[in-house]
Nanobody
Framework: VQLQASGGGLVQPGGSLRLSCAASARSFSTYTLAWFRQAPGKEREFVAR????????VYDSSVKGRFTISRDSAKNTVDLQMNSLKPEDAAVYYC??????????????????WGQGTQVTVSS
């Protein structure tokens, strides 16, 4: 599995960004795709995840209602639409994949595949 994240940048508080993760694999039928983020000096934290086959989503409470994770099966991409951004959302954002069937997890170490990360800066 290969993952390539893109779309980060500088945005003012209250603004929006859309991150995209291009994913390649033989089959994503058993996969969960997720976004994590890591701010300087902090641990990597869960943001959102989506089950590839069903589209079922889970969000961290800090982003629920502001962020939307989605997948495009035709393009093999997983996007993260981020609205109403706050300074505390600033971090390096990573997309990740967990290939274990039926596992429901938000723990970074359960995800065996990672993209390279994309920087999101929220500042006026």
């Amino acid at each position: 599995v290969q993952l390539q994240a893109s779309g980060g940048g500088l945005v003012q508080p209250g603004g929006s960004l859309r991150l995209s993760c291009a994913a390649s694999a033989r089959s994503f039928s058993t996969y969960t795709l997720a976004w994590f983020r890591q701010a300087p000096g902090k641990e990597r934290e869960f943001v959102a995840r989506i089950i590839w086959t069903t589209g079922y989503t889970v969000y961290d409470s800090s982003v629920k209602g502001r962020f939307t994770i989605s997948r495009d099966s035709a393009k093999n991409t997983v996007d993260l639409q981020m609205n109403s951004l706050k300074p505390e959302d600033a971090a390096v954002y990573y997309c990740a994949a967990d290939g274990t069937p039926m596992r429901v997890t938000t723990r970074p170490y359960d995800y065996g595949y990672w993209g390279q990360g994309t920087q999101v800066t929220v500042s006026s």
